[in-house]
């Protein structure tokens, strides 16, 4: 097309004013913010300048309400939004992680749709202190003497390095210098915290006397940091915490552990033996233990310190608590959940992510069947079988372990199976699937009772080809 075309096309362009006086304008005005209808409006304009300037638009007007409706939806939605989580990995950290209990929210829009008495002592009518909340509980839960939560387990490990070996050197093991997550290192968090690493042994083997002859007088602190995410497997040896508190009383050294993923149950019922309890790492004498709320514990996301009173109090005066400190609806929702706890069985049914791990495969085959029952009736002329499957927990917890677990295959028959995924994804309510050689599997371990018409809706406009 010639420029004085293209110019014509571009003077045919409504401008912004015009449309937000025209009927459409009004009646989007009266739906959504202005600055977001002016945005939307712009934007449409300002793409069809372009499409007609590259030539690749030869009639302004096509769809030229319906593109500036579909940018209004897109600006005023929110990003942060829920979606089905059919992966069966429960912790799942790009998808946040652990589900709170309807207990934990009805907590938290309690105390966040009010004033409470986050920092006032009812009883002595004054000025209180926000961790009393949450550290009656967890010393009652974990047998620890003190208790402080900050807002994630990288800030516990970090304050707690800062505080007690500041300058100093920390003893930890070339097999526990675990990558944390999103390139987040332990020797990264040591370095920041002013403390200076000390390897000891060897990436497969440590033994006690590689901390005992690692000992000077620049040492103050011997940190172990539990496997939570990774394994070593072979031949392997680690020193036990319980050898750890013994040279530490020996050496007058404070021993901190940092459990990563934090458990309050013990695993082994469930045939679990890889993964230490807080409380046992407490009662190993450990001075401080470090661990996430939102993982094994399933809760929201915080690092909770627990320990020795003398080393409690000194990270609780450290000026980074405050940077690191938690607000009312985090305190809210780990009170919520740290109730639960008081009654372990309870704490199992109640906490979603703990139902969802330790619940019966012939549970989850039920459900599965119900899911491909309910799309075969929506979607008659696609497959859905119910298959055996495995689950994982995730989000740097349980490393290596399987949960046998049911997932419902699709087998496409038009499309290929990456465009249903990308499809599902992109839907609504948006649905985050796994595949598996040529099918999409939709395990149905992470998937709850109230997701199945959202399953069964976002499948049918996922499989139909006038998507």
């Not at 638009?57 to 319906?66: E, F, M, Q, V």
């Not at 696609?382 to 298959?387: P, S, T, Y």
Request: hydrophobic content about 40%.
């Amino acid at each position: 097309m010639d420029p004085a075309g293209k110019q014509n096309l571009l003077s045919s362009l409504p401008s912004v004013d015009e449309l937000l006086k025209a009927p459409e304008g009004n009646q989007w005005l009266s739906q959504y913010r202005r600055r977001i209808v002016v945005q939307s409006v712009r934007d449409v304009i300002a793409l069809r300048r372009t499409e007609i300037l590259e030539g690749l638009r030869t009639d302004p007007a096509g769809d030229l309400i319906k593109d500036i409706e579909k940018r209004l939806g897109e600006l005023s939605a929110y990003s942060l939004s829920p979606v089905i989580n059919a992966t069966g990995i429960v912790v799942h950290t790009n998808l946040g992680r652990s589900i709170l209990s309807d207990a934990v929210l009805d907590h938290v829009r309690e105390v966040g749709s009010g004033y409470s008495t986050l920092e006032y002592d009812l009883k002595a009518g004054k000025r209180g202190q926000r961790h009393t909340h949450t550290k009656r509980l967890l010393q009652e839960i974990t047998g620890a003497e003190d208790a402080l939560i900050v807002n994630n387990n990288a800030a516990a490990v970090l304050i707690c390095l800062n505080t007690l070996a500041r300058g100093k050197e920390v003893l930890v093991s070339r097999g526990e210098l675990v990558e944390i997550g999103g390139s987040f290192r332990v020797p990264d968090v040591m370095k920041a915290s002013g403390a200076i690493l000390c390897e000891v042994g060897t990436t497969n083997k440590t033994h006690p006397y590689d901390y005992r002859d690692a000992i000077n007088e620049n040492t103050s602190l011997i940190l172990k940091v539990h496997q939570s995410n990774y394994k070593i497997v072979g031949f392997t040896e680690d020193v036990r915490i319980g050898d750890l508190v013994s040279l530490g009383r020996k050496e007058g050294l404070p021993v901190m552990y940092d459990l990563g993923s934090g458990c309050l149950l013990d695993l082994r019922k469930y045939g679990i033996h890889s993964e230490p309890s807080v409380q046992e790492t407490v009662s190993s004498g450990a001075d401080i233990v470090t661990f996430s709320g939102d993982k094994l514990l399933g809760g929201p996301q915080g690092g909770i310190i627990v320990g020795k009173k003398e080393y409690m109090e000194r990270i609780r005066k450290n000026p980074l608590a405050r940077a690191l400190r938690v607000d009312k609806l985090t305190i809210a929702a780990f009170e919520a959940t740290l109730m639960e706890y008081l009654d372990p069985e309870n704490a199992v049914r109640e906490i979603p992510v703990l139902r969802m791990l330790f619940q019966s495969p012939e549970e989850i085959r039920g459900r599965a069947r119900r899911i491909a029952s309910a799309l075969r009736a929506a979607v008659t002329d696609e497959r859905f079988d119910v298959i055996e499957d495995s689950s994982r927990a995730g989000g740097g917890s349980l490393p290596g372990m399987e949960f046998p677990s049911f997932a419902v295959s699709v087998k496409p028959r038009v499309m290929s199976v990456n465009e249903v995924e990308s499809r599902l994804r992109r839907g609504s309510p948006p649905v985050i699937a796994r595949i598996r050689e040529d099918s999409l599997l939709l395990d149905a371990r992470t998937i709850g009772k109230d997701d199945i018409k959202g399953i069964v809706r976002a499948v049918s406009a996922a499989l139909s080809p006038q998507k």
